[in-house]
T-cell receptor, first 113, second 111 residues
């Protein structure tokens, strides 16, 4: 039982490059989400999904795309990387509703030069 | 005003001390409340949920005051291993039941 996995762990990009951060879960959770964490800003929601085929924007969606073709996978695409996207990215999953615990992946540390 | 506000600290306390963290939230429609713990360069992990009547888990006690929109976490008999950042988390109904995170309070427990 791997829980929530993220790849890569570290990535350096040049401005304008695109890439996809991968997130996979084996807990059969309906809800998946992507956060970025920056010093002094806390965790901010980028995009989320309440089930396969359904996605919606969070607090800071600009510059990012997501899709949810399966329950297990929720990739985050950076369309044209900018230095402002330098951050730590966490994927998270939980069952919908109530006091359900949210489980986080180990994070991807992204630097955009 | 931030939706969830916490004192960033750091709180430096000796081992064995009792320490309390506070958190305020602005959305009166918030329904669920949590404390998460985040170790340095690691992912956040659930410490405990917070219930209206207050709840305890070993050395940790959480309280909720809905009228004042205020959440607290009390840690008794602090251990070196309690050193971490503690995140206050709130969930409102609707809009995908999103979680809103505070920026965290850093705790350092020293010998």
């Amino acid at each position: 039982n791997a829980g929530v996995t993220q790849t890569p762990k570290f990535q350096v990009l040049k401005t304008g490059q695109s890439m996809t951060l991968q997130c996979a879960q084996d807990m059969n959770h309906e809800y998946m989400s992507w956060y970025r964490q920056d010093p002094g800003m806390g965790l901010r929601l980028i995009h989320y999904s309440v089930g396969a085929g359904i996605t919606d924007q969070g607090e800071v969606p600009n510059g990012y795309n997501v899709s949810r073709s399966t329950t297990e996978d929720f990739p985050l695409r950076l369309l044209s990387a900018a230095p402002s996207q330098t951050s730590v990215y966490f994927c998270a999953t939980r069952r919908q509703g109530g006091h359900n615990e949210q489980f986080f992946g180990p994070g991807t540390r992204l630097t955009v030069l | 005003r931030k939706e969830v506000e916490q004192d960033p600290g750091p709180f430096n306390v000796p081992e064995g001390a009792t320490v309390a963290f506070n958190c305020t939230y602005s959305n009166s429609a918030s329904q669920s409340f949590f404390w998460y713990r985040q170790d340095c360069r690691k992912e956040p992990k659930l410490l405990m949920s917070v219930y209206s009547s207050g709840n305890e888990d070993g050395r940790f006690t959480a309280q909720l005051n809905r009228a004042s929109q205020y959440i607290s976490l009390l840690i008794r008999d602090s251990k070196l291993s309690d050193s971490a950042t503690y995140l206050c988390v709130v969930r409102a109904t609707g809009g995908g039941n999103k979680l809103t995170f505070g920026t965290g309070t850093q705790l350092k427990v020293e010998l």
